[in-house]
């Protein structure tokens, strides 16, 4: 078997058709020795800033010394990115000799295993074979039938901020999306919220309480933003001060205040984590595809925001970033999601809208997106292509700072998973990173 082989093995079977549970992925996990038996996570659940909180958390654990392993979904690059251990992404090769040795149990069961279900297992197999000290454990989606939510007792579980999402498979109201989200809390293991919408907050410290969970909402009145650029973001938060934060989203430092708050509730629990790890994390973390600059002059950035409640806080860092400015909008959204509400957020700031659709039954078409748009007295072109359209909005507005955003135009060709948002490589490899020169990329 060589890498595409696996990973043509992965996505052989789809999420849909299944029902979610756990049973296959307890199954599966037993057939293989239990892995995840051997291993201590932070689990993280949330609508928005869940996978930025975990890179943090990543990040943090690993300056303090620690053998970390990292779950994280979706990817932006290579499917790799989904599987670190110490910032390292697993190898090709070690992918393959997993998904080797995973394929005999997985064909075995009667009930078929989902994809995320068998990269789950994966990742606990590669963490166990590599003796992390500690995993960052992020869902997929939800929480309470989330195929991660088979490990024991975490160090830590945590929810980070809540919004209206996924409401076919978790629920029509933010009650249900909250118990959805609180069902990773087990007996004794503390929990850190985030906190700020009332009738979520009620869900979790029921559960809470019913689980003799330690419950710790973030105070963000302990936080204070200094300022922030294109380059960084500094913030004070409960003592530690003056952090300089590369992720240059507005609401990054809220998500930063999230891991230090979980940071300091594993250092109760006897984590050797020193105050000056936790900086140092913080100062050199990475997490791609999230108000990501890829380019200054003009300002070209690369953000994912696949729900209202995450445009939003997108609206708000272009706002801060970017005073008074208009924006040439490259954008997809999902057929299923709110694509009204979302449109309306993004219209004020826009000069002009180029749209494409991923290949995914997701996606809506790249004509009904634009025409949504011209309906509401924007301008919008649609484009036959994700690559047709970074070259148009690239193209477009010569001076104007460029937006690529929304879950669908981070699809990967192919994806079938709804458990996730699946980014696509065609994408992300036409885009210049930081720091790299835009010519011939475009």
Same mark, same amino acid.
């Given at each position: @078997?060589?890498?595409?082989?696996?990973?043509?093995?992965?996505?052989?079977?789809?999420?849909?058709?299944?029902?979610?549970?756990?049973?296959?992925?307890?199954?599966?996990? $037993?057939?293989?020795?239990?892995?995840?038996?051997?291993?201590?996570?932070?689990?993280?659940?949330?609508? =928005?800033?869940?996978?930025?909180?975990?890179?943090?958390?990543?990040?943090?654990?690993?300056? $303090?010394?620690?053998?970390?392993?990292?779950?994280?979904?979706?990817?932006?690059?290579?499917?790799?990115?989904?599987?670190?251990?110490?910032?390292?992404?697993?190898?090709?090769?070690?992918?393959?000799?997993?998904?080797?040795?995973?394929?005999?149990?997985?064909?075995?069961?009667?009930?078929?295993?989902?994809?995320?279900?068998?990269?789950?297992?994966?990742? @606990?197999?590669?963490?166990?074979?590599?003796?992390?000290?500690?995993?960052?454990?992020?869902?997929?989606?939800?929480?309470?039938?989330?195929?991660?939510?088979?490990?024991?007792?975490?160090?830590?579980?945590?929810?980070?901020?809540?919004?209206?999402? *996924?409401?076919?498979?978790?629920?029509?109201?933010?009650?249900?999306?909250?118990?959805?989200?609180?069902? +990773?809390?087990?007996?004794?293991?503390?929990?850190?919220?985030?906190?700020?919408?009332?009738?979520?907050?009620? !869900?979790?410290?029921?559960?809470?309480?019913?689980? =003799?969970?330690?419950?710790?909402?973030?105070?963000?009145?302990?936080?204070?933003?200094?300022?922030?650029?294109? /380059?960084?973001?500094?913030?004070?938060?409960?003592? %530690?001060?003056?952090?300089?934060?590369? %992720? +240059?989203?507005?609401?990054?430092?809220?998500?930063?205040?999230?891991?230090?708050?979980?940071?300091?509730?594993?250092?109760?629990?006897?984590?050797?984590?020193?105050?000056?790890?936790?900086?140092?994390?913080?100062?050199?973390?990475?997490?791609?595809?999230?108000?990501?600059?890829?380019? *200054?002059?003009?300002?070209?950035?690369?953000?994912?925001?696949?729900?209202?409640?995450?445009?939003?806080?997108?609206?708000?860092?272009? =706002?801060?970033?970017?005073?008074?400015?208009?924006? !040439?909008?490259?954008?997809?959204? @999902?057929? /299923?999601?709110?694509?009204?509400? @979302?449109?309306?957020?993004?219209?004020?700031?826009?000069?002009?809208?180029?749209?494409?659709? $991923?290949?995914?039954?997701?996606?809506?078409?790249?004509?009904?997106?634009?025409?949504?748009?011209?309906?509401?007295?924007?301008?919008?072109?649609?484009?036959?292509?994700?690559?047709?359209?970074?070259?148009?909005?690239?193209?477009?507005?010569?001076?104007?700072?460029?937006?690529?955003?929304?879950?669908?135009?981070?699809?990967?060709?192919?994806?079938?998973?709804?458990?996730? /948002?699946?980014?696509?490589?065609?994408?992300?490899?036409?885009?210049?990173?930081?720091?790299?020169?835009?010519?011939?990329?475009?």
């Amino acid at each position: @078997m060589n890498y595409e082989e696996a990973m043509q093995y992965i996505h052989a079977v789809q999420w849909a058709g299944h029902k979610p549970g756990l049973t296959r992925t307890r199954t599966l996990l $037993a057939a293989l020795g239990d892995p995840h038996k051997r291993l201590k996570f932070v689990h993280v659940a949330g609508t =928005n800033g869940k996978g930025s909180t975990a890179a943090m958390l990543a990040s943090c654990l690993q300056a $303090a010394g620690y053998r970390v392993g990292l779950y994280t979904s979706p990817f932006i690059n290579r499917f790799n990115e989904r599987i670190q251990v110490n910032g390292e992404q697993i190898s090709d090769e070690e992918l393959v000799r997993l998904v080797e040795t995973i394929r005999p149990a997985a064909d075995a069961m009667a009930d078929v295993p989902t994809e995320f279900e068998i990269i789950t297992a994966l990742g @606990m197999l590669c963490f166990a074979e590599q003796h992390c000290d500690i995993v960052v454990l992020e869902v997929g989606l939800g929480g309470a039938l989330d195929s991660t939510n088979v490990i024991d007792p975490p160090e830590c579980a945590v929810i980070t901020a809540l919004g209206m999402d *996924h409401v076919k498979e978790l629920g029509p109201t933010i009650a249900d999306i909250a118990a959805a989200k609180a069902g +990773i809390l087990k007996p004794g293991s503390p929990v850190v919220s985030y906190g700020g919408v009332p009738e979520a907050d009620a !869900v979790i410290a029921r559960t809470a309480a019913e689980q =003799n969970a330690p419950l710790h909402v973030v105070d963000f009145s302990k936080l204070t933003v200094e300022g922030g650029d294109l /380059d960084e973001v500094t913030f004070d938060f409960d003592g %530690l001060n003056g952090v300089r934060l590369p %992720l +240059i989203g507005s609401y990054q430092p809220r998500n930063a205040a999230v891991a230090i708050t979980v940071l300091r509730v594993l250092r109760e629990k006897g984590w050797n984590i020193p105050e000056k790890a936790i900086r140092q994390g913080l100062e050199t973390v990475r997490w791609p595809g999230r108000f990501e600059l890829l380019r *200054h002059t003009p300002a070209f950035l690369l953000d994912g925001s696949h729900n209202a409640h995450g445009m939003r806080a997108t609206v708000q860092s272009l =706002n801060d970033r970017f005073p008074g400015q208009k924006f !040439v909008f490259l954008l997809s959204i @999902m057929a /299923d999601k709110d694509v009204d509400e @979302m449109l309306e957020l993004l219209l004020p700031l826009a000069n002009r809208f180029v749209t494409v659709a $991923a290949h995914t039954p997701r996606a809506m078409p790249a004509e009904t997106l634009a025409e949504h748009i011209r309906v509401r007295g924007g301008t919008a072109e649609p484009a036959p292509s994700i690559e047709a359209g970074v070259a148009r909005a690239s193209g477009a507005g010569r001076h104007r700072p460029r937006l690529c955003v929304g879950d669908a135009v981070l699809l990967r060709r192919g994806a079938g998973s709804v458990s996730e /948002d699946l980014p696509s490589q065609s994408l992300t490899r036409q885009l210049p990173r930081r720091g790299e020169p835009l010519a011939g990329r475009f």
